[in-house]
């Protein structure tokens, strides 16, 4: 019943649908039912033409029985849908599938034969004759379908009945089961009929077998389809679907995308089109603009020429005719200008020709005139004249032409003015005027430095006629005067700015270093003093002495080898003992330093004759410093005591350590020792004498090396000296806070400040600065390293050299650096790489425009190779931002 | 005794012409050159120094307009085409090389809110808020074709009227679909007077639409529920959906890089996303102070172009936190719309007050034809300056830039209020238990929701 209803219900609403298309296809039906009659006209029907079966109250039977009334009554057909029919492609036929058909299908018992449905087969077996009927009516009818299909087409018949299978799907309910929705089981209470049954009966007749066929075939691959699913999840199945397959899709590019980042420069400039660039290209597209283009275009572009051209060229010829008017004119105004430019130059020839004096002098004053002329009317010539003249007077400096040293002049000379006649005499006269005329500024501009000159030559006079006597004087004056400067010095100025303090302590510090040069001065001049007295006889004393004092560090070095050795030269303090020690070193060392030695001596004198300070202390010190100071450096570290301590925090610190600081106490001492030798050679003995008498105690005992070295150095305390360069630096880079000094009158009253002395805010601020400072200084690095200096002062002009961070792209140190190691200049580089180093990472042209990517297939392992060419900036390059992160992920989903 | 003579061929130490340069040997030797990472530097210095002395970007303004420019399209196909809408309805064709309009569109009622042109350079779109969408025929560029300004007004090719207004259109590479993006996305065809599709995910407006010049098939859209969608054409449904916290005003594809593609956001950082990986962003570009309106990558694929609502342009690089090069003048308001030119080497920004401008893409660029020698020494400068630039002397010239007032003041108050937020979450971390609190990376912190 619930089925009738439902029928009605529909044809009440699709009633007028069906009506207005009934005429416009009546023929092209692939279903057939009975007509959808308004209930009325049904009811009518009914009474008129009372069903025998009615009883069953079947609406199936009904329609069917209707469907052959209605036949004959209005020879209806239904319809098929526009949207079934699919005569305009509008409709979107799955859809159409899906939302309709199961609706459809349930209600109208669709009664094709290819819709052999569990459900119509029961109906059908239940009121068997009528649907023998109707199933052989619709067989036939289809029958006579498919013929006219063949016939149409030309196809066998086979060929449609695949389009008909299409529909063959086996649909289950749309909707759950329940009361508003009972299967037909339910309905009919019956139980199931098999296919079998209903083509039984259908045994022999004409498409029989071919229907068993196609029931063996439904069987075989039965196949349901489920209810669809809620749109929504639909949509983001389907979503899910599309996103799925477009990220494949881009996936693809990746290698390509891969290969451009990582390359080291992407070309953007590849396919210029530039057109034609041929001669004739170019020279097509010319277009005559001015007059005389034009005018030449016109002849050259003349019908006639161009004909004649096509044609065979004889042509041209006769075209090329000349009018003889024409040539002879042509030839006259050639020769005319010729005959003028040879009369020209004939003229020429014959002037350059004359060597008349007079002709000549005429021609010069009138040029002069002209020139005076010309000077008067314009500065430009002026200032011409006045650099000729100039450049005269400098030719004159120069070559003293007019000085009377031509061969004529000194010829003249030679033979005595006095005799010479009165032109002759007038000529050198006038000459030497002429000389005095071109030289007068030159004359005076060397007055002054003649004047220097003199002096220079006094000096010289004197230097050059000093013997040894002269030496000895000149020495004891250089003495004298280095005093008086020393004396000199002690005075402090008490006024104006150098009283200021830090004038002072300034002055006192350059003071103090002036008056130990001073002091070397004067003992080296003494030393120096005595050498000349004891004479030239001495030489060889003065010689060992020298090369005594100068390879002193040396000489300590071989005393600490051969202390055993020398032992027993060591026997008593006299100073024979020494000389042939001495001696002995002297030999092992002569034939390296005796030349030199030499050498400097030389130099010594040479500079002490001269009176100036400076240089003699510079070379003096310079000497000082001569003698290997490494020797002495590890010498000191070694006194110090620490040298493995040292050692071992330099290491840890990692650190600046001052070496130079650790050297200086031992140059101290060495200038000490050097100042007792220079100043006379008994005190140097001395000297070296006390440092081998504890020697010589100590050779019954046999001492330890470091006990030899404490005691060779028991005079001075280098860890003292130390100590105080610390302090010292310690105050250079944490200077102490100034005293607070009383200025009257200023920070509080100034009664007030006679009573209670310093304000107490200067106090205290003062005690601030002092703590702050005793902090800083125990923050340093070295406050605990009692043997170390750490310097804390930054410089300023490294630091920027130097990158606080690590640059982001690069992960260690060492690779930033060798990145920015190899200089990339064409001064340090050939031509060749040259362009390869400098070139930028984007390669483009203005004015080309550049296409997006176009995909193509990129071997991934290819890159390799370029690799090699790009050099080294492809690793910077490669762990760059986000690239180097999606390559690093791209190689993790590739394994 | 042997006497060694230097030998030369004449052949090789011959010019061609008394213009080439004497042939120089040198000795690459680097014990004697112990200098050259001491004088690359003081040149990387110099190079940097030079480049703020030549740093001109502004080219000139194109004035013309009487309304603020909404929307530019460039022309594919011809280098010195730009086309601009106005919020009047004015629509016009520019002349970059000399700077004038070429032809105006007329027609729209309302605010043009889309531009774009056809592959070909044929056909230009525009759709505005009057809900139609007109195709135009592009004059073919002549040099005969600038000199007369007078009367080159055209007419539509076809009128569109569809049910709502548009907020923007783009053209596919090399097909003959274009989008236009409004209460939905319509995929149209140049033949068809509807569209030929349409989607819809969500019942909020879609603000700009954009397609993928590489896969001509994808396309992006964001839409003012702060989201980001992606389609396919194939699939004719869209594909994935991103939540940000703030809205995307404009989306632009990598040329280069078909997967890429950035998100100019509200929350005036630009966004960096790989189309597969929606769940992170692959880079965030901070920099400008205030909404990002418009955003278009240069044809290189190496940096793109934002135009800001805090009166400025920059430029970034595509793996770069921040920009490389900021431009503003006096008188350029808000800017709506920029544009990177086909060649990679200017930079055109759309903004309030009525005007296009004209920028270098590279300020300090120098324009016109270059000789070898003297390209070779910009490249051997750039190369040096590329590589110290991490020290601080050249870093510090390199990133200084003098900026309006109100734009430093804005972004130091950036600066503080994201400084202050870092420090409070990293305070919250210390005082509870460890594990509990987990910073999200800000790649990630603006992203709402991925919605399949």
Known sequence: ?895 | MKVKVISRSTDEFTRERSQDLQRVFRNFDPNLRKQEKAVEYVRALNAAKLDKVFARPFIGAMDGHIDSISCMAKNPNYLKGIFSGSMDGDIRLWDIASRRTVCQFPGHQGAVRGLTASTDGRILVSCGTDCTVRLWNVPVATISDSDDSSDNSMKPLAVHVWKNAFWGVDHQWDGNLFATAGAQVDIWDHNRSQPVNTFQWGNDSVISVRFNPGEPDLLAASASDRSLILYDLRMSSPARKLIMRTKTNSISWNPMEPMNFTAANEDCNCYSYDARKLDEAKCVHKDHVSAVMDIDYSPTGREFVTGSYDRTVRIFQYNGGHSREIYHTKRMQRVFCVKFTCDASYVISGSDDTNLRLWKAKASEQLGVLLPRERKKHEYHEAVKNRYKHLPEVKRIVRHRHLPKPIFKAAALRRTMTEAERRKEEKRKAHSAPGSISTEPLRKRRIIQEVE
């Open chain 1, 1 to 895: 019943m619930a089925e009738k209803k439902r029928k009605s219900k529909e044809e009440s609403g699709g009633g007028r649908l069906q009506k207005k298309r009934k005429n416009s296809k009546p023929k092209t039906l692939k279903k057939r039912t009975g007509p959808r009659l308004p209930s009325k006209l049904r009811k009518e029907l009914d009474l008129v033409n009372p069903n025998p079966l009615k009883g069953g109250g079947d609406e199936e039977i009904n329609s069917d029985e209707g469907e052959l009334l209605a036949n004959n009554l209005y020879e209806y057909e239904e319809a098929a849908p526009e949207e079934e029919s699919k005569k305009n492609r509008r409709f979107d036929s799955v859809e159409n599938f899906e939302y309709e058909l199961p609706e459809d299908f349930k209600d109208e018992n669709i009664a094709s034969d290819d819709d052999d449905i569990e459900g119509e087969d029961e109906e059908n077996n239940r009121s068997e004759n009528s649907s023998h009927l109707g199933d052989e009516v619709e067989e036939e009818d289809d029958g006579r379908h498919m013929r006219m299909l063949q016939g149409i087409t030309g196809m066998p018949s086979e060929a449609f009945e695949g389009k008909k299978r299409k529909n063959n799907v086996v649909v289950s309910e749309a909707y759950p089961e329940s009361e508003y929705n009972p299967s037909r089981d339910v309905l009919e209470g019956n139980g199931r009929i098999s296919i079998q049954d209903l083509l039984d009966p259908l045994h022999g007749k004409s498409g029989y077998s071919k229907l068993r066929k196609r029931m063996h075939q439904v069987e075989r691959k039965s196949m349901s389809v489920h209810a669809p699913l809620p749109k929504a999840d639909r949509e983001k199945l389907e979503r899910k679907v599309a996103y799925e397959q477009s990220k494949k899709d881009i996936t693809k590019w990746e290698p390509l995308v891969k290969k451009n980042r990582e390359a080291p420069t992407v070309y953007f400039d590849e396919d210029v089109d530039l057109g034609f660039s041929t001669v004739g290209a170019i020279a097509s597209e010319f277009e005559p603009r001015t007059d005389f283009e034009k005018k030449i275009a016109s002849l050259v572009h003349d019908d006639k020429v161009l004909e004649a051209h096509r044609q065979d060229g004889s042509r041209l010829l006769e075209l090329n005719k000349i009018s003889v008017e024409d040539v002879k004119e042509r030839h006259n105004r050639i020769a005319k200008m010729r005959s003028l430019l040879f009369n020209h130059e004939m003229k020429a020839k014959r002037i350059k020709k004359i060597k008349s004096k007079t002709y000549h002098r005429l021609l010069k004053k009138d040029r002069l005139k002209t020139a005076s002329a010309e000077i008067q009317m314009d500065p430009e010539a002026a200032k011409e004249l006045a650099m000729k003249q100039e450049f005269k007077r400098a030719e004159e400096r120069l070559t003293l032409k007019h000085k009377n040293s031509s061969k004529w002049a000194k010829r003249i000379l030679k033979r005595g003015l006095d005799v010479q006649d009165e032109g002759t005499r007038a000529a050198i006269t006038e000459q030497l005027h002429q000389h005095a005329l071109l030289t007068r500024k030159m004359h005076s501009m060397k007055d002054i430095s003649s004047d220097e000159s003199s002096d220079d030559d006094d000096f010289d006079e004197n230097s050059a006629g000093s013997d040894e006597d002269g030496a000895s004087k000149l020495l004891a004056k250089a003495k004298e005067k280095t005093l008086e400067v020393l004396e000199e010095e002690d005075k402090i100025p008490d006024s104006g700015v150098l009283s200021l303090p830090f004038m002072v302590r300034g002055l006192k510090k350059r003071k103090e270093a002036a008056y130990e040069e001073g002091k070397l001065a004067i003992n080296e001049f003494e030393a120096s003093l005595k050498q000349m007295e004891l004479g030239s006889g001495a030489e060889n004393l003065k010689e060992t002495a020298s090369s005594g004092r100068r390879v002193f560090g040396t000489v300590k070095k071989q005393i600490q080898e051969f202390s055993n050795k020398d032992a027993h030269y060591n026997n008593s303090d006299s100073e024979d003992e020494f000389k042939v020690k001495e001696n002995i070193e002297a030999a092992n060392d002569q034939n390296n330093n005796l030349p030199k030695h030499v050498d400097i001596d030389a130099g010594l004198l040479r500079e002490e004759s001269e009176i100036g300070q400076d240089p003699i202390f510079k070379s003096f010190d310079d000497i000082v410093r001569d003698p290997g100071p490494k020797t002495t450096h590890e010498v000191a570290m070694f006194a110090s005591g620490s040298w493995k301590k040292m050692k071992s925090e330099n290491e840890a610190n990692g650190n600046i350590i001052k070496p130079p600081k650790s050297v200086e106490p031992p140059r101290h001492n060495k200038d000490q020792g050097e100042v007792g030798g220079d100043s006379d050679t008994d005190d140097e003995g001395q000297m070296v004498d006390g440092t081998l008498s504890s020697g010589m105690k100590a050779t019954y005992e046999l001492p330890s090396q470091a006990e030899l070295i404490r005691r060779a150095f028991a005079g001075d305390d280098v860890e003292e000296d130390f100590e105080k360069d610390k302090e010292e630096i310690l105050k250079g880079e944490n200077p102490e806070p100034e005293k607070p000094v009383l200025l009257p009158g200023w920070g509080q009253w100034t009664h007030v400040q006679q009573k209670k002395g310093l304000p107490s805010w200067m106090l205290e601020e003062h005690e601030i600065a002092k703590k702050k400072r005793e902090e800083a200084l125990k923050k340093r690095k070295d406050a605990h390293l009692k043997h170390v200096i750490v310097s804390e002062k930054l410089d300023k002009k490294a630091e920027k050299l130097h990158t606080k961070t690590l640059p982001f792209p690069y992960t260690s140190k060492e690779v930033f650096e060798q990145s920015i190691r190899m200089p990339i200049g064409p001064e340090f580089n050939p031509a060749v790489v040259l362009g390869a180093l400098n070139r930028p990472e984007v390669v483009k042209k203005a004015g080309v425009i550049i296409k997006p990517i176009k995909y193509k297939d990129v071997n991934p392992h290819e890159g390799v190779e370029e690799h090699g060419q790009g050099g080294k900036k492809q690793n910077t390059k490669k762990s760059k931002g986000v690239g180097g992160k999606t390559i690093k992920k791209t190689n993790n989903l590739k394994r």
